[in-house]
């Protein structure tokens, strides 16, 4: 991996070994994604267009928000789970569930550990 550093703060960039010509990329997840698990909302809804648009006012723009804006600011606009999405994405800690056969695939922040802890509360609800 490659670290590209600006004054705010690092994009870490992929290269691969499989393909050594092939030129360095930066993984990242549409912010309205982000926003849309973060808020289990659609992607289309007005809960998640709100906060997308309070976060692009606030910082110019979604690449500007997805790869430099120091997690804290975004914490301090949108809250932190918001903020840990946007750092999961940055890290790559993301899991990925191919499409086949004409069907999309599906990008997932919390993957199994957000499922996880939801079975855990819906045990605690039960007693």
Do not use: C
């Amino acid at each position: 991996k490659y670290q590209i550093s600006n004054k705010k703060t690092e994009i870490r960039m992929i290269k691969t070994n499989i393909f050594p010509d092939r030129p360095a990329y930066i993984m990242m997840v549409p912010l309205q994604e982000i926003l849309s698990e973060v808020l289990k909302s659609s992607t289309h809804s007005q809960t998640v267009q709100n906060e997308y648009k309070k976060l692009i006012d606030n910082f110019g723009g979604e690449f500007e928000t997805l790869q430099s804006i120091p997690l804290e600011d975004i914490t301090r606009i949108s809250g932190p789970m918001v903020a840990d999405g946007v750092g999961k994405v940055r890290n790559g800690e993301i899991t990925i569930d191919p499409g086949y056969d004409g069907v999309f695939g599906v990008v997932k922040i919390w993957g199994e550990e957000k499922k996880e802890e939801e079975k855990k509360k819906e045990q605690l609800s039960l007693f």
